[in-house]
């Protein structure tokens, strides 16, 4: 009897716990989505609802892709700026992030890619786009450029991921996320320890640089930490290394011209694994290093960023200065 009663009282605490979880839950995604709303305009891409931010409607299109845990509101603070007067912007929220809509087997590099590019055939019509990631985004538009090149002018590839970078694993919170009915319980947790954790862990990816005071808030990292956010990005990077493995050998095929910009002191993504491993199979390949740069070089030297995009948008492109 004893023991029966104290498993009922672990029930119902259990079950109280539970209770204040999904409502904690509840009040946090509306109090998040409220601080960040959607800033674009739904369209559907192969059947699935996908937000997409356009600024500036004349100049050669342009689309930018957001990297891991991110979403289109952090280019805001890099790289629109400098070139919504000139260009046109597309920048998706990818599958899963931001206000898109996942869809089936979006872990994969090639879906990632066939998004985008249904994006691309309704916004920039015939014309074909300079494509710009930065990181996982690199990844995307990479394959995008493999597997659709009528529609990609050139790639600007920022604090790249190409390729198989070994054995080291994903972090072991994205693990535990993708592991069936536990990982499930795990994502509801999200919302209570992850944006601590997050604004905690912010400066890594911009180091040795320094942290850019409000960063966290106005790029809505905190849409992340939405559970069925945060299983998407866990699926797209505990699948990343054999998504890459996958690709890596088809960069020969690129026919069209791709620029890299990258922090030489990045301690998120290797460059003498990534932009070493780019630069001998790209043909027509351009670098522009940061030597006090990280992750996101885009932030502090968006104008360098943007004169780089600029000249790959360009039609017909210029002659390099001498």
């Not at 004893?2 to 029930?11: E, I, Q, Y």
């Not at 845990?69 to 929220?93: C, K, M, W, Y």
């Not at 690709?247 to 095929?253: A, G, I, K, V």
């Not at 791709?258 to 993504?269: F, K, L, P, Q, T």
């Amino acid at each position: 009897m004893a023991l029966r009663r104290s498993g009922l009282w672990v029930l119902l605490l259990f079950g109280i716990f539970a209770i204040g979880v999904l409502v904690h839950n509840h009040f946090y995604i509306s109090s998040i989505e409220a601080e960040n709303p959607q800033a674009g305009s739904i369209t559907q891409v192969n059947y699935a609802r996908t937000h997409v931010i356009r600024k500036g409607d004349a100049g050669p299109p342009v689309m930018l892709i957001h990297g891991a845990g991110a979403n289109a509101r952090e280019f805001n603070l890099t790289l629109v700026p400098q070139l919504s007067e000139t260009h046109q912007l597309i920048i998706p929220d990818r599958p899963g992030h931001g206000y898109s809509e996942r869809v089936a087997d979006a872990q994969t590099l090639a879906v990632q890619a066939a998004q985008m590019g249904g994006v691309l055939e309704q916004t920039s019509g015939t014309e074909p786009a300079v494509i710009v990631g930065h990181s996982y985004g690199t990844a995307v538009a990479l394959r995008l450029a493999l597997d659709r090149p009528d529609l990609v002018k050139g790639l600007v590839l920022l604090a790249p991921v190409s390729h198989d970078w070994g054995p080291e694993k994903v972090a072991w919170f994205n693990s535990l996320a993708t592991v069936p009915v536990l990982g499930a319980g795990f994502r509801q947790l999200m919302p209570i320890f992850g944006p601590a954790q997050a604004r905690a862990g912010m400066g890594h990816s911009f180091s040795p640089a320094p942290e850019p005071e409000g960063f966290y808030d106005e790029a809505g990292v905190g849409l992340l930490f939405r559970p069925t956010n945060f299983h998407a990005n866990a699926q797209e990077l505990t699948a990343l290394r054999d998504e890459l493995i996958g690709q890596q050998d088809r960069y020969r095929e690129l026919q069209m011209p791709v620029a890299i910009a990258y922090g030489s002191a990045d301690m998120s993504m290797d460059p003498t694994i990534h932009v070493e491993g780019l630069r001998q199979q790209v043909r027509d390949l351009e670098l522009l290093a940061f030597p006090s740069e990280g992750h996101i070089p885009h932030y502090r030297q968006a104008e360098s960023v943007a004169k780089l995009i600029a000249h790959m948008a360009s039609d017909p492109l210029p002659e390099p200065a001498s």
